[in-house]
């Protein structure tokens, strides 16, 4: 079963405005990830958050994690049309070292 | 620095055509490696996985298989393509024993099957 579910799927905004994409998983993790993926090439990795983390942050982006509520939420602050592709978040799993994906939130970001 | 390598970037084969994609990866030693599908829009789908020289390790049985004759090298194989083997596979790894397992990946291969 799907471990990571970003939502929206897609996310379309403006210049200069911020997005906020969310990730929601259903087992304990020992930490999540956030990747991006411009189109047609390969992931990169962007940041990890560990489960006794609440927030952090990178440059013009803010995770946050409620382990909770089994979610997180990853923002861009400030957007620019570079910030155009599709975003993935990745938990890992007690025990596992292997990471799995969600199907991620497609953004645009229109100039 | 380390980099990883995936060849072909894009690939047209024939319906019932062999397949053998080929990824490397330089400046780091004993990676685990991974092999992922991704269907157009869709997500990451784990195909294999590989703790060191020929060790495999299948998530979804499928037409495909894997091998890692080397330390660094890790092949993705078919003997007969399926029109459903078409996608983007994706090579990467992790460092062994790392405490974040962050995955770095290489630039793709796209495969049309036709």
């Known amino acids: 079963s799907q471990q990571g579910e970003e939502d929206p799927q897609a996310l379309s905004i403006q210049e200069g405005e911020n997005a906020t994409m969310n990730c929601s998983y259903k087992t304990s993790i020992n930490n999540l990830q956030w990747y991006r993926q411009n189109s047609g090439r390969g992931l990169v990795h962007l940041i990890l958050?560990?489960?006794?983390?609440r927030e952090k942050h990178s440059g013009r982006l803010r995770v946050t994690l409620d382990t909770s509520k089994k979610s997180s939420s990853l923002l861009i602050t400030a957007s620019r049309a570079a910030d155009t592709a599709s975003y993935f978040c990745a938990t890992l799993r007690g025990g596992s070292y292997i990471p799995t994906f969600g199907r991620g939130t497609s953004l645009i970001v229109h100039p | 620095s380390q980099t990883i390598h995936q060849w072909p970037a894009t690939l047209v084969q024939p319906v019932g055509s062999p397949l053998s994609l080929e990824c490397t990866v330089e400046g780091t030693s004993n990676p685990n490696l991974y092999w992922y599908r991704q269907a157009a829009g869709r997500g990451l789908q784990l195909l294999f996985y590989s703790v060191g020289i020929g060790q495999i390790s299948s998530e979804v049985p499928q037409n495909l298989s894997a091998s890692r004759p080397q330390d660094r090298q890790f092949i993705l194989s078919s003997k007969k393509l399926l029109l459903s083997d078409s996608g983007f596979y994706l090579c990467?790894?992790?460092?062994?024993?790392?405490?974040?397992?962050?995955?770095?990946f290489g630039p793709g291969t796209r495969l049309t099957v036709l």
């Open positions: 990467a790894w992790s460092r062994i024993g790392g405490s974040t397992d962050t995955q770095y």
């Open positions: 958050i560990r489960s006794n983390e």
